[in-house]
């Protein structure tokens, strides 16, 4: 497909509105009566609440009301349903019990007129609790391995009789800290009733979800309530789905009959907002002399809370990323008394593919076998669970262009040979991939008399350009300039479109929109071949409409505000739907990508630094190069911290928070940042969808720390198999 604004970079159309401050994000609502809430975190991990001194926080300024298991009004537990739209990050509704199952669980939550006043009295308020013996710790920390989960589970040939009859093989055991999402903007809720109607503005990667969830909970027809979502500082899978905190103040703002505003603070957001949860992941693998795969094994163990059975299927990738006949995957689910984790951004995939590329680096060493050609000797020319073809898969050209840029042909493998005065280079590389998904989608498409064109969704642009990609949707199919489309995103009242996740957001809402614009072109063209019209009585089907203009073969051309204008219609629309169809049954579609990384390490003085990060990454086509890079680029700063600083501390003795903070919780600063070289292969994937864009966001991340592992190993003869690789581990 030849375009014009598709493919092309483009600025984001809502950078103006957040560099003025006019971007309205859910913190930034304020509304008349409006009252600020605060929940109180409970300060043991495992135990019941025995009393609460309510009396005196009453009395303190400007407090309205504290609700507690005692006085919280009955609600209804949502199905937390995928396929129904109704899921939630943690199915326990807040004060169901006086049950504390982590460190940070809401055991009230004050309302105040002032955020400061509920702050303060939230602090002020006097707890007492029975702390149970036997609070278990986190996964890393125990050996326990928890209950088998055979959903998880995968087979195929005879992995364990191939293993045992190879020439080569590796057996180890990599461990994965629990990490937190880190996102700019806290988890934040302004819950307003008006009559019978619920109206929530939250901080959300799905106001469809969190729309239908809160319907459940409340037990209310779901059109009485709508969430919005305009902008949002972020999300990385931890505002996929609604927790207790938006629940707690929706009721609240009902009791007290006023709008009720609940902003976390940083440390309720670290230890009850979410987590990438700690694995545990034993790999084996199997060669033969030329360095083909025989056996992969990946046993995998992930924990939960008690509350919510989350699973990160940590171990899809050994399935699928090679060729190989005889391959097993399986998966343990140990509940630890920590806050409940969620998907973080390449869930389960980032977590399986570091451990399955630190363990193809080892086979490679075993072989003597520099690391790139063993993944070339191993490339899947189809996907190996599905028998099916990859729609299109360019890993091989990533590989070269990626080494090539890289200079990985300098590279000697002997470990810790190539220096630099004091310090020592390594060099390590690794395979990034991501499964390319769709949902079923919904749009509304508006042509108006005043030239302008509005396009609307109700899914929402959680900061990686889904305004800016819808934009250049209808200014491609239209030819209206980009500062004439109006874009309305992030309100459940709209079409119903996809949560911003699994990087699906763009395959997904293009199409549908697309087919709006369509929609609303034919509506046009009636228009226009009605009685006294411009083109009364000619063909619809005859008339193109091209740069902002209904035309006939004849040359004649009207613009199409004029149209309207002419028959005094304000505006006519179109709606589209689209939605994945039988290429699914003849393709598997999946994004791959290659990272090389240079660390430099100085053992004079323990310093190490990634210095260098060179990437080819296919994801079809980038709708926006300069968007889709960006994402590519945070991904791979994401997977520094990953790789070398992120780990949420909990006490062993007690599970609970210890570095609930940005300056305890280490993320990679500026200091940290190496040279990055992205590079975004540009083949369409024309069978996922008509612009060939199979989405981006969460691949960039998969591969980096493994990578960084496989080179910190080539400095420093160090295999550390535990994330994050700390410099402590090295000395
Ligand atoms: Mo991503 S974990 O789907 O936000």
Known sequence: MDTQVIGHRTPRVDGENKLTGRADYTTDWYVDNMLHGYPVPASISHG??????????????????????????????????????????????PFEDERIHYDGQYVAMVVAERYEQARAAAHALQARYHQDSGARPGLLETREDGRPLESEGGLRGDPDSAYERAPVKIDHVYAIAPESHMQMEMHATLAQWRDDRLIVHESTQGVVYQHKAMARIFDMPEEKVEVISHYIGSGFGNKLFMWPHAVATAAAARELGRPVKTVLSRQQDMASGGNRP??????????????????????????????????????????????????????????????????????????????????????????????LELRRRNYSYEDPTKGLPWSSKHLDTCYDSAARRFGWERRDPRVGSMREGDEILGWGMATSSWTAGRQPCMARVELRADGTVMAACGTQDIGTGTYTVVAQTVAELTGVPLDRVEVRLGESSLPAGPLSGGSMATATTLPAVAAAVRAAIDELKEVATDEDAPFTGADPDGLAFRDGALADEQGKR??????????????????????????????????????????????????????????????????????????????????????????????PRDARLINNNYSDYIVTSHADMPEIDVELLDNPDYAFNEFGA??????????????????????????????????????
């Open 558 to 651: 009207v613009a199409f505000d004029d149209l309207l204008s002419g028959q005094k219609l304000g505006s006519v629309s179109g709606d589209g739907q689209a939605a994945p169809g039988d290429e699914q049954n003849q393709y598997s579609f999946r994004s791959f990508g290659a990272h090389f990384v240079e660390v430099r390490w100085d053992p004079g003085i323990s310093r190490l630094c990634v210095s260098r990060v060179v990437s080819s990454i296919d994801i079809g086509r980038a709708v926006n190069p300069v968007t889709a890079r960006n994402q590519v680029e945070g991904a791979i700063v994401m997977g520094i911290g990953m790789g070398l600083f992120e780990k949420l501390d909990y006490d």
């Open 278 to 371: 700690a694995s545990r992941q034993r790999l084996r693998l199997a060669a033969d002399e030329q360095g083909r795969l025989l056996s992969m094994r990946h046993d995998s163990t992930t924990e939960t809370s008690f509350v919510h059975p989350y699973v990160d299927s940590v171990g899809t990738p050994t399935l699928n990323l090679y060729a190989c006949d005889n391959a097993a995957i399986s998966h343990h689910l140990l509940e630890v008394n920590h806050g409940t984790p969620c998907p973080m951004r390449a869930p389960g995939e980032v977590s399986g593919i570091y451990a399955l590329e630190c363990a193809m680096d080892e086979l490679a060493i075993a072989l003597d076998m520099d690391p």
């Open 48 to 93: 019941t609440l025995e009393a609460l001194d309510i009396e005196p926080v009453l009395a303190m300024p400007g407090v309205v009301a504290v609700y507690h298991h005692g006085n919280f009004p009955k609600l209804y537990r949502s199905p937390s349903s995928q396929a129904h739209q109704d899921q939630v990050s943690e199915v326990r509704l």
């Open 694 to 731: 199979r989405g981006v966001g969460e691949i960039g991340l998969t591969g980096i720390a493994p990578a960084i592992a496989n080179a910190i190993y080539h400095a420093t003869g160090k295999r550390i198999r535990d994330l994050p690789i700390t410099i402590e581990k090295l000395m």
